[in-house]
């Protein structure tokens, strides 16, 4: 299941009660905005104990249509790499006994 941009307002809300809603939505909004930003300005932005959002170029390059078999050229472009933190994978791979 993923979760969706309200859902992450309520958990804020539940964090954060005195807030209104529209200002956690603000909030939210602007910092999506700034990390978008900086991937199109080819900057990495860092949210420490979560990760690192940074792009690189990928190669152009002959492909396969699987339906068809057919080659097909895809050109280079820009995707985003992200790296998780240590923290969160730790948190991630902790046993539970």
């Known amino acids: 299941m993923a979760i969706v941009k309200s859902e992450l307002i309520k958990q804020l809300k539940k964090s954060y009660p005195n807030f209104?809603?529209?200002?956690l939505r603000k909030v939210l909004e602007i910092i999506l905005e700034e990390i978008k930003e900086s991937l199109k300005r080819s900057e990495a932005t860092e949210i420490?104990?979560?990760?690192r959002f940074s792009t690189?170029?990928?190669?152009?390059s002959i492909r396969r249509n699987?339906?068809?078999s057919e080659k097909v050229s895809i050109t280079s472009k820009k995707v985003i790499k992200w790296k998780m933190s240590q923290e969160l994978f730790k948190k991630l791979n902790e046993k539970k006994e």
């Open 20 to 23: 209104e809603n529209k200002i």
């Open 48 to 51: 420490r104990g979560f990760g």
């Open 56 to 60: 690189k170029i990928q190669k152009a």
């Open 66 to 68: 699987p339906k068809t």
